[in-house]
């Protein structure tokens, strides 16, 4: 992996991981290179960017998702509370109140549900739903060139972990995490991801990844029109550790409370694949 670059932002100076850039065109038409650029930046450091530009209606999307995700978190706190779900892991709203972040999750499978989307989310449930089935595509077309990486020859070993066509627990998950007042309030939340591939957007410098070799830490840098991609504990596990689960957490440069929208997408195994059985 080359080495961090810096940077100024918020008038400090910063390291900027390096990160590889991939293109999804080129991946979809299966361009040789770019494959293997896939599969070397999935193995270390287990995140890289996304070009996505190609497709003018997607990066529209992504917008148009950041908006109702905006309008959604400004309703008030009881109308959000009635999307709460007891015990439920991965669906509804959550309020973490000590970070200051809240969410709201919803199932692939129930997306297109009536009722599974709250109302702030109804004028456009199309919008939403397109964005869930591009996110699907940009995430299953990254596993299925991996697959192909990993096991030469076989037929997608790895959608046979996530199963398209099974329920799963693969969800779009939009997260309110403004920024603090005080750097010194944010808390640590450095984790991996349990599941095979998370696509990530965030316009601002508020990613953080462990460098592989060495524990230094470096920042992601947002470029609009690329997801923020990385390899989640399952895919680690599927691939006998030969793809990386790259440490990470949220975190501000400097002080200054700033709002911060976020919008993840994470593909998992189908309901009842166990990565540690396999
Ligand atoms: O809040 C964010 O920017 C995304 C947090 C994250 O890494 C996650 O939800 O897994
Ligand atoms: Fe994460």
């Known amino acids: 992996m080359a080495f ?5 932002v918020r008038g400090t100076e910063i390291d900027v991981a390096p990160l590889e850039i991939i293109s999804f065109k080129k991946i979809a038409e299966r361009n040789e ?15 890289f960017l996304l070009d996505v530009k190609d497709s003018e209606q997607y990066v529209a999307d992504i917008q148009r998702v950041y908006a109702l ?26 309020d973490y109140k000590g970070p200051n972040v809240s969410t709201f999750e919803v ?16 004028p456009e449930t ?11 595509n940009l995430v299953t077309t990254m596993a299925a060139r991996l697959s192909e990486l990993l096991w030469p020859g076989s037929h997608n070993c790895l959608e046979s ?20 007042e005080k750097l010194a309030d944010v808390g640590d939340n450095t984790h991996t991801d349990g599941g095979i591939l998370t696509l990530m957007y965030c316009d601002k410098w508020t990613t953080q990844i462990e460098l592989p070799n060495g524990g230094e830490w470096a920042w992601v840098d947002p470029i609009p029109g690329h997801a923020i991609v990385n390899v989640g504990d399952a895919l680690q596990t599927f691939s006998g550790g030969r793809l990386r689960s790259c440490k990470h ?22 309901d009842g694949v166990d990565p540690a059985a396999i």
């Open 126 to 136: 199309g919008v939403i739903s397109r964005f869930v089935s591009d996110s699907q």
């Open 161 to 180: 972990h996530y199963r398209p066509s099974e329920a799963s627990k693969t969800s779009l998950k939009v997260i309110r995490g403004p920024m603090l």
């Open 33 to 47: 290179d770019e494959c293997a650029r896939l599969y070397k930046a999935a193995q270390s450091p287990g995140f």
């Open 107 to 122: 199932l692939r499978d129930e997306v297109d549900e009536n009722a599974s989307l709250p109302k702030a989310f109804q």
């Open 249 to 270: 957490r949220v975190s501000q440069v400097g002080d200054g409370a700033e709002e911060r929208w976020a919008i993840t997408y994470f593909l998992r195994p189908a």
């Open 69 to 94: 995700t905006e309008q959604y978190f400004s309703q008030p706190e009881e109308v959000k509370m009635k999307d709460f779900r007891l015990g439920d892991e991965f669906r509804g709203y959550k």
């Open 4 to 8: 961090t670059t810096k940077t100024f």
